[in-house]
């Protein structure tokens, strides 16, 4: 995999290159950009090396074994830690619950493999304005929802925001569709920020929705 360093294996939790010599799994000592994760060596050209240390016959790829991987991708893919939900903006939560929706959205319909204008216009209708309202109305009729949830909901149909996203314009469906969409993403947004377990819960609760959709 690295031709032109000379090594044949490489650790990325240290932060150094091993040897082939050096068959043996380093711990993070030093401190390394890969908190809490188990290192191990990996072999780019003949065997791999398992987290043992013994070779497993197989050809050995970069990597990082763990039990941390997903909460550290959510902490890559969320604010900073120092962010406060509570006194974000309706726009700033609604801003990132827009994109948290679109990526679960087009990850459910990017397979089987279909045609782009296909997968496109099928993002599209899910994630405009009025199917979000149509969803959240559902939401909240099935959904049990906290005094902080259905708070963070009224902000959201209160707020002015400039509309900007594609086929989310103010006049598609009357401001009370637009709004309903801007309270859907901000609650997406700020269960993201605050309380990944309950953002999980809601985005179950969505998935089961659309499967419904899907079959009629």
Same mark, same amino acid.
């Given at each position: 995999?690295?031709?032109?360093?000379?090594?044949?294996?490489?650790?990325?939790?240290?932060?150094?290159?091993?040897?082939?010599?050096?068959?043996?799994?380093?711990?993070?000592?030093?401190?390394?950009?890969?908190?809490?994760?188990?290192? !191990?060596?990996?072999?780019?050209?003949?065997?791999? &090396?398992? /987290?043992?240390?013994? %070779?497993?016959?197989?050809?050995?790829? +970069? *990597?990082?074994?763990?039990?941390?991987?997903?909460?550290?991708? !959510?902490?890559?893919?969320?604010?900073?830690?120092? &962010?406060? /939900?509570?006194?974000? %903006?309706?726009?700033?939560?609604?801003? +990132? *619950?827009?994109?948290?929706?679109?990526?679960?959205?087009?990850?459910?319909?990017?397979?089987?493999?279909?045609?782009? &204008?296909?997968?496109?216009?099928?993002?599209?209708?899910?994630?405009?304005?009025?199917?979000?309202?149509?969803?959240?109305?559902?939401?909240?009729?099935?959904?049990?929802?906290?005094?902080?949830?259905?708070?963070?909901?009224?902000?959201?149909?209160?707020?002015?925001?400039?509309?900007?996203?594609?086929?989310?314009?103010?006049?598609?469906?009357?401001?009370?569709?637009?709004?309903?969409?801007?309270?859907?993403?901000?609650?997406?947004?700020?269960?993201?920020?605050?309380?990944?377990?309950?953002?999980?819960?809601?985005?179950?609760?969505?998935?089961?929705?659309?499967?419904?959709?899907?079959?009629?």
């Amino acid at each position: 995999m690295f031709p032109n360093l000379g090594f044949s294996h490489v650790s990325i939790c240290s932060g150094m290159f091993w040897t082939q010599q050096q068959r043996f799994r380093p711990r993070l000592n030093p401190p390394s950009p890969f908190p809490k994760a188990e290192c !191990f060596i990996l072999n780019d050209a003949t065997s791999g &090396a398992d /987290p043992s240390g013994e %070779s497993n016959g197989q050809e050995g790829e +970069l *990597g990082v074994r763990g039990h941390h991987d997903l909460p550290m991708f !959510f902490e890559f893919m969320s604010p900073d830690e120092s &962010a406060k /939900p509570d006194q974000m %903006s309706t726009s700033s939560l609604a801003y +990132l *619950g827009d994109v948290v929706f679109e990526l679960f959205v087009r990850s459910r319909y990017v397979w089987p493999n279909r045609r782009m &204008a296909d997968i496109q216009n099928k993002v599209v209708s899910i994630v405009r304005a009025e199917s979000q309202s149509k969803l959240l109305q559902k939401f909240i009729e099935s959904f049990p929802l906290t005094s902080t949830e259905q708070g963070i909901l009224a902000r959201g149909r209160n707020a002015s925001l400039t509309a900007r996203k594609k086929g989310k314009s103010a006049n598609s469906g009357g401001a009370s569709t637009f709004q309903n969409s801007t309270a859907f993403e901000a609650l997406l947004g700020y269960t993201y920020m605050s309380d990944k377990q309950r953002f999980n819960e809601i985005i179950s609760w969505m998935k089961l929705e659309l499967d419904e959709l899907d079959t009629t």
